[in-house]
């Protein structure tokens, strides 16, 4: 069965610094999502992606925060100076285009740590 | 907004002993809803959707019902098992997004 692949399974770094967060989304899919979840928090949407453009993003995706399909085949999230706020879960996800939110298929997430 | 709460965890239970996670929403119009569930090491999956108002959404012996005079979508399965064991989340859709609650994590002892 085809799988959403996030790298790396847990990252560390230091406050100040940039991470770039990757995800392999299903081949076939068009439709790209990231969303997070901070420990003890609900789990909460960052952003949408489709046809190279953000198709909507939530007011915790600011200007510290870009997405990026650079490839064709990845899809990464970009936190250019982390703070120790942003040390949560982050999971990747992915559809068809003509399918609903239920047919989303998330990765196993990024757990990232800022210290 | 739209939002989702769910009872907080950990649930510790024993092996074949009945399970009810409760699940109350917020929202305007009728969204659907859903419970994932998150297996350690994995990512987040679909259990079971619901619809529309009644409707009963099953897999693997989890059921949950949709009501929409209470506004719940609980969770429930007769007997579970040590393998059940791992975060389950409640969630709706709005639009093009999925509200999730906070999750809840499930313990089962042998």
């Known amino acids: 069965e085809p799988e959403v692949t996030q790298t790396p399974s847990h990252q560390v770094t230091q406050m100040g610094q940039e991470v770039i967060l990757r995800c392999v989304p299903i081949?076939?899919?068009?439709?790209f999502y990231w969303y997070r979840q901070i420990l003890g928090q609900k789990v909460e949407f960052l952003v949408s992606?489709?046809?190279?453009?953000?198709?909507?993003k939530s007011e915790i995706f600011d200007d510290q925060f870009s997405v990026e399909r650079p490839d064709g085949s990845n899809f990464t999230l970009k936190i250019r100076s982390t703070k120790l706020e942003d040390s949560a879960m982050y999971f990747c996800?992915?559809?068809?285009?003509?399918?609903?939110?239920?047919?989303?298929?998330f990765g196993s997430g990024t757990q990232l740590s800022v210290l | 907004g739209d939002s989702v709460t769910q009872m907080e965890g950990p649930v510790t239970l024993s092996e074949e002993a009945f399970l009810t996670i409760n699940c109350t929403y917020t929202?305007?119009?009728?969204?659907?809803l859903f419970w994932y569930v998150q297996y350690p090491g994995e990512g987040l999956q679909l259990l079971l959707k619901?619809?529309?108002?009644?409707d009963k959404g099953s897999n693997k012996g989890f059921e949950a019902t949709y009501r929409k005079e209470t506004t719940s979508f609980h969770l429930e399965k007769g007997s579970v098992q040590v393998s059940d064991s791992a975060v389950y989340f409640c969630?709706?859709?709005?639009?093009?997004?999925?509200?999730f609650g906070k999750g809840t994590r499930l313990h089962i002892l042998p």
């Open positions: 619901a619809t529309k108002a009644d």
């Open positions: 996800a992915s559809r068809n285009p003509g399918t609903g939110t239920e047919k989303l298929l």
């Open positions: 929202a305007t119009g009728y969204p659907s």
């Open positions: 081949s076939n899919h068009l439709y």
């Open positions: 992606f489709y046809n190279n453009e953000i198709s909507e």
């Open positions: 969630a709706l859709n709005r639009d093009d997004k999925i509200i």
